[in-house]
């Protein structure tokens, strides 16, 4: 394919309570490595199977939640352009310089209509560990903690999810993988930019701006049942899980960092292709939807959120 | 990503010596479907998470091999516009009417400088059985045989292929994935059109046209042990594995049909990104890049194709 | 080792509400196999791993719930040791001929102190599908369903269990691999008479002759996984998991037959010896005792049984 | 089941050539835990999942192979009764005193007729880190190379292999699970003191006393892809696998250390019960039993011993 525009997630900056605590969880657990501290106390994470040079940011404040989740485009022009369309939307763009993260090229920025901040770069730089390339290992360093291999998504919550829909299709060419639509209207939107099941998903609700979890992908479902065991082995707090969705396939466990933030570690959703229908849901199912093998949410699910 | 273009390997068709046999073994062994039966013939495969018509064809011939490798682009529009870039490269297309494969629309077919066929095509009707879409489950028909997910690639053989890597990078839009260089030149060459380690992949040989192999996708390692387990079992003639690729990452077995057409199946290579480096390996770790345990290939799996 | 004396559960015979909904549903979905039908209506299943001509009797009654866990003994010599030492105990024997059940030798029978009747018997028949012993292929008959391998063991409610224990540990020499013990006294007591975790367990309940779950040994968490799948995909009654036990360290799922018996499919407990010290738990802990992930039983568990 | 005599194998004692690089093998790559050193420079390791004070033994030795296969007996007054009967066999019975090995009871010696020396002994205390018992979790200390859970076996080469087969038989009350006959007679044997597919076995050999590996068992098929990315990462000597067996069943993958002395990691063998039928091999069909995928062993298998 050409391939333009919207390549990936890319970061995402969250808000944490304790750093110190925050680090542990996030390396020592999740399996993490830091990269770097920058001079204003954010810390900058990346898993190993990534080349771009961070992919968390962990910023230290009194509420816990999300500030930006950023994505990488595939180039400059295509930063360019993008502009363009967000701004021909209506939403205004504010220019963030080259370096206000470290290894990050000038980002553009802009607020959607569930309250999320939404930020658009075209360069990142290596940093290590990133996957070997000249006579590759598997691996260079070996996997700890729950082995996450990649930041994956955020699924973030707020009003106007039609909305927020129309401006990923239209302005930065997501396409709508799943979506759940209850007599209330819309209520759940999962969104790709690429081959992958979601890239970001939006639920409908009341508060904007609100983060439901940060998500890191595993390799394995044995690697499902061995963040589980760390999970307990380290009194993590568990949401739910080892567990699979209906929504996307994905095999999945939930918990939360030590600030609140949730966290999943999953592994499994399908391939997407450009030309494949959306997979639809209605009220009458989207217990399974949520929660394949239950069938239904846990009240801490749908009801805690940073 | 807007996603243009060639989006993903559409079938293989390619030659069995005996039909009742491969049917067996394809749809009992290795898990596919039959769709239909051509009035010429041909028999119409498929797995059972493509949402296309069909994905593999057998046709019965008095010599094993690959008649054509089909890739399915986005629109009917790309489909023209690919025309003329094949044509302005200086390879002859040639127009297939839509129905010559039941339930695909128009193709275009050319010989590419490696001697094998390649044709595109925009349409392909659905088939069942296909993923569900509505409320869906996992799947509607319970696995079996090796629980095949998708045809996945051809790897294939012939002369020139550093023009066969020019033509699928610059006519075709692939990127290349890893490239093993020795001092004899480019040796192997590994595309994606997408966000895949490898839709097709390209090994210099003396003689054109020839077949490496047919891969399927599985969903995980456990299910490359089952596969094993099968392929002994029914007496299957093995090749090589479980085993992994340093190439891609893939962990794979690879067996032959009865006809001597060499099959894999595997699971878990990388996903890719088209501003990932291209990886690349050289005449010193090949086989490691070839099978990263065993660290070089047995002689049946550099000798034997079709 | 010299092992002599009780080797393993032999059989749970279990009440079913549809003899016909039963069947499809421990043959279908959990994978065994039908042996034969006794003329009293009687149906005689198996799993393809084990020798024994029958590990599961189902028997068509108003009520549903368990009426006997058989347990095969090592020699004719011991089953006549064993009887004395069980008259000895205090309970009354019954003889049950040969024959009574098809393929099994002459069995005693006793009701021990929780109001659950235990049958020792020491010759079983083979029958098919078994494990083939000459050149023997990993497997002859394709696993299906949930893909189970043996009937492991029930888990019995009911008063008195520390005289059970008293009774398994002296009379029927098992070893207590795990109790659990609150201020209201012994809890729940896990006993092998072999190297498995358990081989049979016992809650403290109000009333007498009462079944938790039965239980069907799985090869692996991906199994457990695929078992998830079946269960959902034919709308099965679903308790809790995919999770783990800490008692035990069983990955876990729990799910019901058509007449609310519960099921348990798992695998991965540890191997146990005979001077390994007794695990054990008391009330501040039986959360993660029962459920290592959740950290609790939900009601469900913790209330329903037949 | 009452279980008395030979419970388990509990140690083996090998020798290395170069102690530094044996240690950074077994307990970095392979996973086992330093529990102490001998003031003869011995160095004592066990993997976490035993209770036992330590199962791998190392001496630096300018030769590598095998000192000693040392077992563990239910209790003393077994351990002299066992004295007896080795006697009785012929075989000269060695005292060794307790605390020879750090943590070990007295043991007993003899050779067998293989050339091998093996040991008994009824008492080891416990050291750590080794299975928690109150509230326990499934474990204190994260898994770290290859995941090894225990030392399983060793596969012993040597002459008079019917005559071993008689004496783990007859004195040692050891179970043929399965054997390999063929024209030139016995060819292999496989013994278990309990309800594993193997604790020990012999392959028929010119020269005596020699070792073909020394086995530590994995949790699953999974661990077993992640021990041959450790092998192929760290430039370990790899000899065959991930491949499957067809005798014992099990999933495995060997390699060599630093000395030359075999290892296998392997999951999954069957369980085996002493009223099961022997499984028999006959020379048409070694080669599945050996290697179940490749139905053949590579020569290094068959020749490269210590």
């Not at 900058?44 to 509420?63: N, Q």
């Not at 508060?207 to 890191?216: G, I, Q, R, T």
């Not at 394995?220 to 396939?249: E, V």
Request: a negative charge; aromatic letters at 10%.
């Amino acid at each position: 394919m050409a391939m333009t525009g919207v390549l990936r997630p890319g970061f995402a900056q969250i808000r944490v309570l304790d750093m110190e605590k925050a680090l542990e969880h996030y390396t020592k657990r999740v399996g993490l490595h830091e990269v770097t501290r920058g001079g204003d106390g954010r810390v900058y994470l990346k898993a190993a199977d990534e080349f771009d040079h961070h992919s968390l940011v962990l910023r230290e404040a009194d509420r816990a939640g999300i500030d930006v989740a950023g994505f990488k485009v595939a180039s400059e022009a295509d930063l360019d352009a993008l502009e363009k369309r967000v701004s021909a939307f209506g939403y205004p763009v504010e220019h963030v310089p080259a370096g206000e993260q470290p290894g990050l090229g000038r980002r553009i920025g802009f607020t959607v209509c569930t309250g999320h901040r939404i930020e658009l770069y075209a360069h990142a730089d290596l940093s290590d560990p990133k996957p070997p390339t000249h006579n590759p290992d598997v691996w260079d360093v070996e996997p700890h903690g729950m082995r996450v291999r990649r930041f994956d998504h955020v699924l973030l919550l707020g009003p106007d999810i039609d909305k927020a829909l129309d401006f990923f299709e239209k302005v930065l060419d997501f396409r709508c993988t799943e979506r759940v639509d209850t007599p209330d209207g819309l209520t759940a939107v999962f969104l790709s930019c690429g081959m992958k099941a979601h890239d970001i998903a939006f639920v409908k609700f009341g508060e904007p701006a609100k983060l439901h979890h940060v998500s890191f992908e595993l390799e394995s479902w044995a690697d499902i049942g061995h963040a589980a065991d760390i999970i307990t082995r380290y009194d993590i707090s568990h949401d739910i899980g080892p567990t699979r969705h209906g929504l996307t396939q994905g095999r999945t466990i939930y918990f939360f960092d030590p600030s609140g933030n949730r966290n999943e570690v999953f592994t499994g959703d399908y391939t997407y292709y450009p030309d494949n229908p959306t997979r639809t849901w209605d009220e009458t199912q989207i217990g399974k939807g949520l929660f394949y093998y239950e069938r239904q949410a846990p009240e801490s699910f749908l009801n805690v959120m940073t």
